[in-house]
């Protein structure tokens, strides 16, 4: 059987930029400095070696994909949240479909009490590393005690010939109320902001991606403030629909997971990367195909329950053109 992504002409000229929440990859040892007894071959979710690589072989056929139509090749980079550790990562990219795809990865450990952190996957013949560091969000809960979320990563690198820099982001859930955790994703927010201007105190010119699921909407203020303040465009502002989205709650849309671009990446230079298109990557295969949740993310997992399909979130991504 051909599959739909065959026999398309490489682009020379052009890189794929992806952002993924890969929904709860974790490995299979008990890490008792974090909660992920969910995740053990004898818990509710009975999550045993046979899910796991099937997970790891979805989630790298996906990843293998992203952008492919337009661009006959996998991503460049692909920023990851959901993730628990190098193990998974390093499982990931001997996985199946990207085992040739020269794929590296950054990841730091945050003090998230779930464990799941967010990573950079970057093919190391196009991307070199030239600097990572993670950002810790300082946030305290009602009574006063410490409460930690994801660090923002920041990856500095060159792809092919150009510096660029690349914030990843997972910001704290709504799962308690959009209002009553809105604090969270600001105090997130601000970490990004911060990011930015030492960037720019550096170079002035810095060309800068803003990748993640933030849990906002590109019309909440956390992520306003940071396109209004910092030059950056939100080519996710459009792509929203009542029939389309990144992730479904409650039978409706939102695009939380977002790809913010410096506005620099419009200056034509003939050997300069500029922004050509941003998208959703909703293809059928990582849509349920039946049912009365027919067209939502294909999961993992809903509650304890197995699906055994790919993540309750869809990719999203931008292409960059010379």
Same mark, same amino acid.
């Given at each position: @059987?051909?599959?739909?992504?065959?026999d398309?002409?490489?682009r020379?000229d @052009?890189?794929? $930029? /992806?952002? #993924?929440n $890969?929904e709860?990859?974790f490995?299979?040892?008990?890490?008792?400095f974090k909660h992920?007894?969910d995740f053990?071959?004898?818990?509710?979710?009975?999550?045993?070696?046979?899910? #796991?690589?099937n997970?790891l =072989?979805?989630?790298? #056929?996906?990843?293998s994909?992203?952008g492919?139509?337009?661009?006959?090749?996998h991503? /460049?980079l692909?920023? !990851?949240?959901? $993730?628990?550790?190098?193990?998974?990562?390093?499982d990931l990219i001997?996985?199946? &479909?990207l085992?040739?795809c020269n794929y590296?990865y950054? !990841?730091?450990d945050?003090k998230?009490e779930?464990?799941i952190?967010v990573a950079?996957?970057y093919?190391?013949?196009v991307?070199?590393?030239t &600097?990572? *560091?993670?950002?810790t969000?300082?946030?305290?809960?009602l009574?006063g005690s410490?409460?930690?979320? =994801?660090?923002?990563l920041?990856v500095?690198?060159i792809l092919?010939n150009?510096?660029v820099?690349i914030?990843?982001? &997972?910001?704290s859930?709504?799962? *308690?109320?959009?209002k009553?955790t809105?604090l969270?994703?600001? /105090?997130?927010?601000?970490?990004?902001?911060d990011i930015?201007?030492t960037l720019?105190?550096?170079n002035?010119?810095?060309?800068?991606? $803003? !990748?993640?699921d933030?849990n906002?909407?590109p019309?909440n203020i956390?992520?306003k403030r !940071?396109v209004?303040?910092?030059?950056l465009?939100?080519? @996710?502002?459009?792509l929203r629909s009542f029939? =389309?989205?990144?992730?479904?709650?409650?039978r409706q849309?939102?695009v939380?997971?977002q790809?913010?671009?410096?506005?620099?990446?419009?200056k034509?230079s +003939?050997?300069e990367?500029?922004f050509?298109?941003a998208n959703?990557f909703?293809?059928d295969f990582l849509?349920?195909?039946?049912g009365p949740f027919?067209?939502s993310?294909? =999961?993992?997992?809903?509650?304890?329950?197995y699906?055994?399909g790919?993540s309750? &979130?869809?990719p999203?991504?931008i292409?960059l053109? +010379?």
């Open positions: @059987m051909t599959e739909p992504f065959d398309i002409p490489m020379q @052009m890189q794929v $930029v /992806a952002f #993924y $890969v709860n990859l490995d299979l040892k008990n890490n008792k992920d007894n053990l071959p004898r818990s509710i979710k009975k999550w045993t070696p046979k899910r #796991y690589q997970k =072989r979805k989630i790298g #056929y996906a990843i994909n992203i492919r139509r337009e661009t006959g090749k991503p /460049a692909v920023g !990851l949240s959901e $993730v628990e550790n190098a193990t998974v990562l390093k001997a996985s199946k &479909h085992k040739a590296s950054i !990841l730091f945050s998230d779930r464990g952190d950079l996957l093919d190391t013949k991307f070199k590393v &600097h990572s *560091e993670a950002f969000i300082a946030l305290t809960d009574d410490e409460d930690y979320t =994801r660090d923002v920041l500095s690198g092919e150009e510096n820099h914030i990843v982001n &997972h910001w859930s709504r799962r *308690e109320g959009q009553e809105e969270k994703r600001l /105090a997130s927010s601000k970490k990004v902001s930015i201007e720019k105190k550096e002035e010119d810095a060309k800068i991606l $803003v !990748l993640g933030f906002d909407t019309q956390s992520i !940071l209004d303040n910092y030059g465009y939100n080519p @996710m502002e459009t029939t =389309r989205g990144s992730v479904k709650h409650r849309w939102f939380f997971d790809i913010l671009v410096s506005t620099n990446f419009f034509s +003939k050997n990367f500029e050509y298109k959703i909703d293809e849509k349920l195909f039946k027919k067209g993310p294909y =999961r993992t997992y809903a509650g304890p329950k699906i055994g790919y309750d &979130h869809f999203v991504y292409i053109k +010379k």
